[in-house]
């Protein structure tokens, strides 16, 4: 069945510098999603991706689909220490609307 | 933020009980979804319904049942709690038509 990976699992940061998360599918995806889950909280929408190749940036945080719409990736730069928690990917199971499959998420420390 | 509710938010309670996990949106979202996830760990699907009765079971084996008899309400129940379903337990819906979906704040259950 379809896989969706994330490297790395965990990354702890000084705060300013810079940070990136990978997404990696088994399958071609329709769309890319990205959440992010604070310490203690639920997971929150932050972004979709839909055409092949396409970045999106919020504010410090940029967003990338690549282009064979298989691998995604999120950038930070200069990082805050608001940006703690975890970041998932997660991309539709399967064709039309259905349910979706999720990274394991890349946990992001940062230290003051 | 998305207008879905769970109830209790935190549980904690002894092995054998019965329990319902209440869920309600307040969307008009057709789809939702109820996610088991361990703290820092990936989420998994374990229940998922399109629609009024309709419901359908997730990747993750689970001794919970589901109901939907409104549109807006997706409550899980355990017939018997035992301490292995001790874990956060997160509610989710999204619209026709997308795939994006809104969590709600969840519910902590720890089964003594």
């Known amino acids: 069945g379809q896989q969706v990976m994330q490297i790395p699992q965990y990354q702890h940061v000084q705060e300013g510098e810079d940070f990136t998360t990978y997404c990696n599918s088994s399958t071609t995806l329709s769309n890319i999603q990205w959440y992010k889950q604070r310490p203690g909280g639920h997971p929150v929408f932050l972004i979709q991706?839909?055409?092949?190749?396409e970045v999106k940036k919020q504010k410090r945080l940029t967003f990338q689909f690549g282009e064979a719409k298989k691998n995604s990736s999120l950038h930070i730069t200069a990082t805050q220490t608001t940006d703690v928690g975890t970041y998932f990917c997660?991309?539709?199971?399967?064709?039309?609307?259905?349910?979706?499959?999720f990274g394991k998420g890349t946990m992001l420390l940062v230290s003051p | 933020e998305a207008d879905i509710y769970q109830t209790p938010r935190y549980l904690v309670i002894g092995t054998g009980k019965k329990i319902t996990l209440e869920c309600s949106q307040t969307m008009g979202h057709d789809k939702m979804y109820w996610y088991q996830q361990d703290p820092g760990m990936e989420l998994h699907l374990i229940h998922y319904?399109?629609?009024?009765?309709?419901?359908e079971k997730g990747d993750l084996s689970s001794e919970s049942t589901v109901s939907r008899i409104r549109t807006e309400h997706f409550p899980l129940t355990l017939e018997s709690a035992r301490p292995s379903h001790t874990s956060q337990y997160l509610c989710a819906s999204s619209a026709w038509g997308t795939d994006t979906q809104y969590f709600g704040p969840g519910t902590r259950l720890t089964v003594l």
């Open positions: 991706l839909v055409k092949s190749g």
């Open positions: 319904s399109y629609g009024v009765n309709s419901t």
């Open positions: 997660a991309g539709p199971k399967n064709s039309g609307y259905s349910t979706l499959t």
